[in-house]
C-alpha cells in the first residue's frame, strides 16, 4: 500500500529526520521549545498583551549587569521560541543562577518598553534544568 506521508508512515518519518538534518539549528530550539511551553500550559510570550499577568517557560538568551557607578539594575532576556521578553529586575546587580541558556519559569505582569517590546519587572522564577 503506498504511503500517505503522513507522522506515522515511513515517509513521513524520512521527512521529519531529513529536516532535522538541514533545518537551521536556530529555529529547530525554537520550535522546540515554543512546543515544551505549549505542553507544559504555559503562556506563549507572542501571545502575551501589556497588562496581562502571566506564566511563561524559556530560556535566558543574555544576561546583564549595569556598572556600579549606575543604579542597581540586572536584566535578561527571555525566549521561549515564539518571542522574547526582557526580565528586570530593579534593586540587583546579579542574580545567582540567572545565566545565558538557563531554562526558568517566570510570572509577572507584562509591561511595555518604549521601542515597544515586552517587559517584566521583577518577575518571581523558578530555575529549571539547563539545557
Avoid: H, W
Avoid at 522574547?84 to 540587583?92: E, T
Amino acid at each position: 500500500m503506498p504511503s500517505t506521508g503522513g507522522k506515522d508512515t515511513p515517509s513521513g518519518y524520512f521527512r521529519r529526520l531529513s529536516r532535522r538534518l538541514t533545518a537551521d539549528l536556530d529555529r529547530l530550539d525554537a520550535e522546540e521549545l515554543a512546543e515544551t511551553s505549549e505542553a507544559s500550559g504555559a503562556c506563549q510570550a507572542s501571545q502575551c498583551r501589556r497588562g496581562e499577568e502571566v506564566t511563561m517557560l524559556g530560556r535566558l538568551r543574555s544576561v546583564e549587569t549595569c556598572p556600579k557607578s549606575a543604579g542597581a539594575e540586572f536584566s535578561a532576556e527571555f525566549f521561549d521560541g515564539t518571542d522574547s521578553v526582557s526580565l528586570i529586575f530593579i534593586g540587583r546587580r546579579r542574580i545567582p543562577g540567572l545565566e545565558p541558556g538557563r531554562r526558568i519559569l517566570v510570572r509577572g505582569r507584562v509591561g511595555e518598553r518604549r521601542d515597544g517590546g515586552k517587559v517584566i519587572y521583577n518577575p518571581y522564577y523558578e530555575l529549571r534544568g539547563n539545557s
